[in-house]
């Protein structure tokens, strides 16, 4: 924004106190509009993002420098029922520690809501940065979030993000490797068990590994067998539903689980109703989780490297704090680990 003074020609920048005096509201106001806070009206929101265009208003990446660093990082986990998640926070940690940094950890309990309380607390508390991961947000609120704090987000796929970073396994491969472990060993009858989702949760893991199995059924010509067998929504008793789905006088023959969350529990279940694995089910798990790998349990599944993932979403976190605006967008190979239950 350029003011004409009558001495000559100055820049002005534009400050979240322009924007206020533009739109005729507070600072405070303004602040809560960006940072999508809870309890604002839609009229508010309106006039402060008309405000926010006109102008073309970014908060000023200098001004939250001067202010010093806190040397803290903010994680969100989208749940601790994961066991696959301490190694995507190891991963996270062996760059983090070494750098001095101190992390806060918050759980969103995969509801929107109280993600999005905990990313405006972590703002409020001035985090340096802040690691997002399976995030329930969708991608645009996303991106207002990232005009305030750096942002790197893992298992959520929005490869046309350009204020945030994203680190993901490769899901969609995953499910290919399963589909095909599977063909090579003569199964046709393959099934693909998922939860529940939003259907504008298109960036979510089982959405996206559901994509892949559609496409590689389609690919092995069996387009015909494609069946989805949807629980319900995370945090909600399934016990009911994978005893259900096994006792179904039409019970897939090979069944893809979206996470070892459900696989270990598919497992169980089968053993109970005295349903041999893998001689009447075959089972593919996914995340590789530690208790896959347990003799009792010994869970075929697509192993994605949580360490890695935290690494590479750590070093990606650092290098937006230090100035890269150009987001990156990060893709990971998925690997089959055989075991028992193929």
């Known amino acids: 924004m350029r003011i004409n003074m009558a001495d000559g020609d100055t820049e002005t920048r534009v400050t979240i106190r322009t924007v206020a005096a533009d739109a005729g509201v507070s600072v405070a106001a303004v602040s809560k509009v960006m940072r999508n806070a809870y309890g604002v ?34 994680v969100l986990l989208v749940g601790i029922d994961n066991p696959f998640l301490p190694g995507i926070y190891q991963g996270i ?9 101190k992390i ?14 905990l990313i405006e607390q972590m703002i409020d508390n001035r985090m340096d940065g802040l690691i997002l991961v399976a995030s329930q947000i969708a991608g645009g609120t996303l991106e ?4 305030q704090i750096p942002i790197v987000v893992v298992g959520h796929h929005e490869p046309a993000a350009e204020g945030y970073d994203t680190i993901n396994n490769d899901d969609q491969m995953g499910a290919r490797l399963a589909v095909q472990a599977f063909a090579a060993r003569g199964h046709r009858d393959i099934a693909f068990l998922t939860q529940s989702d939003r259907e504008d949760h298109y960036a979510d893991v089982a959405p996206q590994r559901e994509m892949g199995y559609r496409a590689a ?7 015909d067998h494609i069946r989805v067998l949807v629980l319900r929504q995370h945090g909600a008793p399934r ?10 006088p039409d019970r897939p023959r090979a069944i893809i689980c979206w996470s070892d969350l459900d ?49 590479l979403a750590a070093e990606a976190l650092f290098s937006r704090m230090n100035g890269r605006s150009v987001a990156e967008h990060i893709l990971t190979e998925p690997t089959l680990i055989v075991r028992g239950s193929l």
């Open 41 to 74: 009206s839609e009229a508010l929101r309106l006039k402060v993002e008309a405000s926010i265009e006109r102008l073309g208003y970014r908060p000023s990446v200098a001004a939250r420098g001067m202010r010093g660093r806190t040397f803290t990082l903010g």
């Open 93 to 101: 940690e062996s760059v983090t520690e070494s750098a001095g940094y």
């Open 104 to 117: 806060m950890v918050g759980v969103g309990a995969a509801r929107a809501r109280t993600e999005a309380q």
């Open 144 to 147: 207002q979030y990232a005009r």
């Open 217 to 223: 059924m389609t690919a092995a010509g069996l387009a």
């Open 239 to 248: 016990a009911d539903d994978i005893e259900r789905i096994l006792s179904a």
């Open 263 to 311: 696989a270990v529990p598919l497992l169980s279940t089968a053993h109970r109703l005295g349903i041999r694995v893998p001689q009447d089910l075959a089972v593919i798990g996914y995340d590789n989780s530690p208790v896959a790998g347990l003799a009792m349990v010994d869970l075929t599944s697509i192993d994605q490297d949580g360490p890695r993932l935290g690494k």
